[in-house]
């Protein structure tokens, strides 16, 4: 058990371990530095607050996109997945979505609707909202209908149902949907602010690129893995093992 | 008063009621018998609005309690909301008496996952019962328990029918059952095109 709980964090050495090898094969700092020298870059950055107010911007970015992909894909998933006609009607458009690049999407929105904050929001929303749906919609098959019965015939408000009927069903499908969410959410925030936003983490990745500064762009990609995997652990993990906890009870 | 008038039921083409006619009248218990698989669910289903898929009418009032054949609890709230969540005029001290009525008391911040069968039938009972319906429905409330339990329950709903008298019809395999606590039987049998009242 103790030995099981350390593999992660061997293999995470075993990574760096490699990073290091590498570094001092190539021997080129221009190309791939070693780890310790990103370390007085990070500080700079930080103490500059030139990577606080990039990743803010990003941030604020991701939680948008999260939010709205989240409520218009649950939305969407609940109607179809407890309507067949809804759900034929809608389901091609789904299908199309759901394979569109998310590049198109966003060179689409950029040109349709401008340079702007809304735009990038958006394409990152359009691309997200297809896969919360398609997974809501296996959850909302799979209600009980059994339940729905007793809801309907106790007259509970649609309010009640949903809180306390539905929502608790569908929980695991949500935090699913959540978790991958969030993983496909920021990678292609960084896309969108890359090709067309002047601030954020992709912005920057985009100016050290054409920098050919590989350094900085290392430092400015850990920085927001990091924050995505607190945000992993703090957050979604938490909230996956609470939707649970009746049962284990 | 609660009518039903259905001139005919069926699932995907498949006639399953005919022409099934009857009256309760307020305070009245029946009990509807019939061999398995012949629509006394589907029945009670069109009785209580779950299933508006029919041809006919119905008249019921909007106070309805319905006992399904299973507990049908809400696995992920604590018995206490359980009472609660379908009763919202329920004070917190009516529904503890309702549990403690059906007895169940101590167990309110339990989920129903941590109850008995027979204790999660209780508390399916309580929840039909906790704001005196004028119209009660329950479809077989004592299968699949032992014969104990089983006795348990019935005196239990037989109280709480004569404190309440709710209008009833319930579904039942035993005719002891139905001689305890119905003052008429109606018994469903097949027919060509669905299944009709004797
Ligand atoms: N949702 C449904 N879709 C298709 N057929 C159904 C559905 N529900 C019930 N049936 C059919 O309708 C008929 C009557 O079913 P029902 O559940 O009402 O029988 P029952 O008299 O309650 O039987 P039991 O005593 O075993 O509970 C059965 O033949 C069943 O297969
Ligand atoms: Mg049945």
Redesign the pocket.
């Given at each position: 058990m103790q030995a099981a709980r350390l593999i992660p964090f061997l293999s995470l050495a075993g990574l760096l371990l490699l990073w290091v090898v590498a570094a001092i094969l190539t021997d080129d700092a221009q190309i791939l530095p070693t780890p310790w020298t990103l370390v007085p870059l990070f500080n700079q950055e930080l103490v500059s607050g030139e990577l606080l107010t990039h990743l803010g911007a990003t941030i604020i970015r991701v939680i948008w996109a999260f939010a709205l992909a989240m409520t218009l894909g649950t939305a969407l998933g609940l109607v179809m997945g407890r309507s067949a006609r809804v759900n034929s009607w809608l389901d091609p458009w789904l299908v199309i979505f759901l394979n569109l690049p998310a590049l198109v999407l966003i060179v689409l929105c950029y040109l349709w609707i401008g340079l702007t904050e809304a735009a990038a929001i958006i394409a990152v929303t359009l691309n997200k909202v297809p896969n919360v749906a398609v997974v809501i919609r296996e959850g909302a098959r799979a209600l009980d209908p059994d339940l729905d019965a007793m809801a309907r015939v106790y007259r509970m408000s649609w309010l009640t149902r949903m809180r306390h009927v539905v929502f608790p069903q569908l929980a695991p499908f949500i935090a699913g949907a959540a978790r991958s969410g969030v993983a496909v959410i920021w990678k292609i925030v960084l896309v969108v602010e890359f090709l067309g936003r002047s601030s954020g983490i992709g912005f920057q990745i985009h100016l050290y690129f054409q920098l050919f500064d590989v350094a900085m762009v290392l430092v400015y990609a850990f920085s927001f893995i990091c924050v995505m995997l607190l945000v992993e652990w703090l957050i979604l993990q938490p909230f996956e093992r609470s939707t649970r906890r009746w049962r284990t009870a | 008063m609660i009518r039903a008038d259905i001139k005919s039921k069926s699932?995907?083409g498949t006639p399953?009621l005919g022409r099934v006619a009857f009256e309760i009248a307020p305070g009245e218990t029946l009990a509807l018998v019939?061999p398995?698989?012949?629509?006394?669910?589907?029945?009670l289903r069109i009785l209580a609005g779950i299933d508006a898929d029919f041809e006919g009418s119905v008249e019921r009032p909007d106070a309805l309690a319905f006992v399904f054949?299973e507990p049908t609890l809400l696995p992920w709230r604590s018995v206490l909301k359980n009472l609660l969540l379908p009763h919202p005029d329920l004070t917190q001290d009516q529904a503890r008496d309702m549990l403690v009525r059906v007895g169940l008391e101590g167990k309110e911040g339990l989920f129903p996952g941590q109850l008995s069968l027979g204790q999660q039938r209780r508390l399916s009972l309580a929840r039909a019962f906790a704001q005196a319906p004028a119209l009660l429905i329950m479809d077989?409330p004592f299968v699949s328990l032992d014969s104990e339990t089983a006795e348990v329950m019935l005196r239990l709903t037989e109280s709480l029918i004569a404190d309440h008298r709710p209008a009833t019809l319930f579904?039942t395999?035993d005719t002891r059952e139905a001689d305890r606590l119905a003052d008429r039987t109606l018994t469903?049998r097949s027919h060509p095109g669905g299944a009709v009242i004797d």
């Open positions: - | 699932f995907n399953v019939g398995s698989g012949i629509g006394k669910s589907t029945l054949q077989e579904v395999h469903l």
